[in-house]
């Protein structure tokens, strides 16, 4: 089973769509939570850090589920350059060992 | 400004010939690491770095070397390059709370 697993995707959706990913993780003692978001070919940039009491910025909202071992990241009101790998990130070994998830495509379309 | 900075950005080599993936940092940071992103797969570690002369296998460390002789360089070496190593490398430099990625370097072994 993978460390960090995510929806395969590709998720296609109109402009103006709301898109909820989600994200499951099998090491229990990880200890920080983020989302990445990578455009193509370029290298993978944070996009959110993920808070049990979940958070939210601007359109971007993101909830962490201990108990089930289960990350979200919802984004309202999709724009074009929303178009990009969102990448699901655990954060093991004392804070330092990032590992990803294999990420999933949102398209956005007009 | 933060950055991560890696060299050559794109690499055609032939097999066998030995080369080095340069990867230099300027936050200070202990933690460095490598990863190679192939299309399915995601990004996975090859090998990391929690400070000067302390380096470690990564989930895919074969045919690769590193070290790790002051905190702000982390090459990477090649010693006997095979088509198989063909992807796109990453080199990232950590603190607990975010990683910071280089723009990558997209290698071609032939």
């Known amino acids: 089973r993978k460390e960090v697993e995510q929806d395969p995707g590709p998720f296609n959706v109109p402009e103006g769509a709301t898109v909820a990913f989600n994200c499951t993780y099998s090491n229990s003692a990880s200890q920080s939570f983020f989302w990445y978001r990578q455009d193509c070919r370029k290298e993978p940039k944070l996009l959110m850090s993920v808070y049990s009491s979940g958070n939210e910025d601007g359109r971007f909202t993101a909830q962490l589920n201990r108990a089930s071992q289960y990350i979200s990241l919802l984004i309202r009101d999709s724009k074009l350059s929303d178009s990009a790998t969102y990448l699901c990130v655990v954060n093991d070994n004392y804070g330092q060992n990032f590992v990803f998830g294999p990420g999933t495509r949102l398209s956005v379309l007009p | 400004e933060a950055q991560v900075t890696q060299n050559p950005r794109y690499l055609i080599t032939v097999t066998g010939k030995k080369l080095t993936v340069t990867c230099s940092q300027n936050m200070n940071h202990e933690y460095m690491s490598w990863y190679r992103q192939d299309p399915g797969l995601g990004l996975r570690q090859i090998y990391y770095?929690?400070?000067?002369?302390?380096?470690d296998k990564g989930d895919v460390p074969e045919g690769y070397k590193v070290s790790r002789k002051e905190k702000r360089n982390f090459p990477l070496i090649l010693e006997s390059p095979s088509p198989n190593q063909t992807s796109l490398y990453f080199c990232?430099?950590?603190?607990?709370?975010?990683?910071?990625f280089g723009q990558g370097t997209r290698l071609t072994v032939v």
């Open positions: 770095s929690m400070n000067v002369e302390v380096t």
């Open positions: 990232a430099s950590s603190r607990n709370t975010e990683a910071f």
